[in-house]
């Protein structure tokens, strides 16, 4: 499994971004600040959209999912139990999973922006994907919510999972990092090397690097390690 971008161009306006590189099975994390072309890159990753020029290849990817950034996009169901149907799981299950077993004959519009992402988070999250493209997976969500959604998505064991994200505290098990500069796509690597040329990490993991207290990874366990490292 992978996917090649060879010289992807997205260009609107005076505006562009551009992206080449390869993506194999494991964690991607690509973070970028607003408008930087995130969710722009993620729709031309994902095959929704083409891109005003270059290429990409995707070699053994039968399976793609994207998740978008705002999870009423997604809502087919007339109620949040119709809504697990429709992405063919058991809504007593998705339900417990997602706290909202008393929400179940409510249209998923009435649920709060907060509870709509855990309800589709908890849908997408629980299924095998080739290709997982998460825009912005912990926006909406406060802090709990976020540590589950890294914990289930460091869990993934197979695909290529790829997440677009400004999300400064909380994170998953990363295998490649990458960022959007200045217009460009660029990838920093393995982690935990690639830590020391994020610009875009967080205030916590360049006080830990400052410290030579550099963490294995960026979940919260590696970031508590690291800061209790005498
Ligand atoms: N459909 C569109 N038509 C024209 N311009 C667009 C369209 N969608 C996005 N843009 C512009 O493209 C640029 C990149 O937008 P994009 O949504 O990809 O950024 P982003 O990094 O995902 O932002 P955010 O962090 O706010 O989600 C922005 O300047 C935006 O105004």
């Known amino acids: 499994m992978r996917i090649d971008l060879d010289a992807v161009r997205v260009v609107r306006d005076s505006w562009s971004v551009s992206a080449t590189g390869t993506f194999t099975e494991g964690i991607h994390l690509i ?7 995130k969710t722009t890159l993620a729709r ?16 053994d990817i039968t399976h793609p999912m994207i998740s978008f950034q705002f999870p009423e996009h997604h809502v087919t169901g007339s109620t949040v139990s119709e809504e697990c149907s ?13 706290s909202l077993q008393e929400k179940a004959g409510l249209s998923p519009l009435r649920l709060s922006r907060g509870e709509l ?9 629980s299924q095998e994907y080739d290709l997982l493209v998460l825009d912005e997976p912990f926006s909406s969500l406060d802090c709990k919510e976020k540590a589950r959604a890294c914990t289930t998505i460091s869990g993934r064991a197979r695909g290529i999972t790829i997440i677009f994200t ?10 490649m990092l990458w960022e959007i500069v200045d217009g ?14 994020w610009e875009h990490a967080p205030e ?19 970031i508590r390690e690291a800061a209790c490292r005498t």
């Open 86 to 98: 429709s992405w063919g799981l058991d809504p007593t299950v998705i339900l417990k999973q997602a």
């Open 184 to 197: 460009s796509l660029h990838c920093r690597g393995n982690l935990p090397d690639a830590l020391r040329t």
């Open 204 to 222: 916590i993991v360049r006080a830990l690097i400052r410290r030579g207290k550099e963490p294995a990874n960026l979940t919260r366990q590696d």
């Open 44 to 59: 031309v990753i994902a095959g929704l959209s083409p891109p005003t020029s270059g290429a990409i290849r995707r070699e």
């Open 117 to 125: 992402k855990r309800l589709h988070l908890a849908c997408v999250l």
């Open 166 to 175: 400004h999300e400064q505290s909380q994170f998953p098990r990363v295998d």
């Open 31 to 37: 973070s970028g600040d607003v408008g930087s072309g």
